[in-house]
């Protein structure tokens, strides 16, 4: 790591686990690589369909809801087998993502899901920041599309997002040209009808917020919190830095630091 990117160094992925760790000491805590990292920019594939700009195409996409069901349950299984139960300290857990569940949920993978029993997991917090965010609204966008699913899918899907008790969106923004939020009101009241105590948690700074060259990310943030808030939703939103005239990446840097600090 040169000095010029210094600046990543307490934001590797150990690091930030850590952090987390420290702050919910109460949590098990799962950090999910993108699939892929090309000239500094983070591709979430394995969730996310790309468009030609490399920005999200949310509905051409059906695979997040399964894959991160699936890569939760791997994961609890992996770590009650012998040979890491004695190395994980019950707090951090990383996950490669190298491809643990396939796109399609067949019959016996639908089987071996329902290992996951309803007292394994209390809650559940999605927290996500930067281009990670195009993950949380391809959740949102495919619950929207749940009844598409055969039935058994539908249950199996729904038990386990009804754990969900906060979606954290950190500072959330992309290459692409729109979408960096969630504006369908339709999605967003399926949502907060689905989940009626969620906490919608929102941390921004000015560098995506105020940044000239894609003002359409600070609009679609500001829509998308007043619709949150107008379909009755539990909105917690800081803008961190606003003074700031001309914000760095580690103005970045300030939702990711924020998250978790006051609990």
Not at 6 to 33: A, G, Q, T
Not at 118 to 124: H, L, M, P, T
């Amino acid at each position: 790591m040169d000095a010029s990117e210094d600046y990543l160094r307490p934001w590797d992925l150990d690091s930030v686990c850590e952090m987390l760790s420290s702050r919910k000491p109460n949590s098990h805590i799962m950090v999910v690589r993108p699939s892929r990292m090309e000239h500094m920019i983070n591709y979430y594939d394995n969730f996310v369909t790309l468009n030609r700009f490399g920005g999200p195409d949310y509905l051409k996409g059906r695979h997040a809801i399964p894959h991160l069901f699936h890569l939760v349950h791997n994961t609890l299984k992996t770590v009650q087998e012998p040979p890491f139960r004695s190395l994980i300290t019950g707090r951090e857990l990383i996950s490669e993502d190298s491809n643990v569940c396939s796109n399609d949920a067949s019959q016996d993978n639908a089987g071996n899901a329902r290992q996951i029993h309803g007292d394994a997991i209390d809650s559940i917090s999605l927290v996500a920041f930067s281009k990670g965010c195009i993950v949380l609204n391809q959740l949102v966008t495919e619950l929207y599309l749940l009844s598409e699913l055969p039935e058994e899918l539908q249950t199996l899907y729904t038990n386990f997002l009804k754990k969900v008790s906060e979606i954290a969106w950190l500072d959330g923004g992309h290459q692409g040209r729109e979408g960096a939020w969630i504006t369908n009101p339709n999605f967003l009241k399926k949502l907060l009808a689905f989940l009626p105590q969620l906490l919608v948690t929102i941390h921004v700074t000015p560098y995506q917020m105020h940044d000239a060259t894609r003002p359409w990310i600070g609009n679609e943030c500001r829509r998308f919190e007043s619709l949150c808030r107008t379909a009755g939703g539990n909105v917690s939103f800081t803008l961190h830095g606003g003074d700031i005239k001309n914000p760095s990446i580690r103005t970045h840097f300030m939702a990711l630091d924020a998250y978790g600090k006051s609990e």
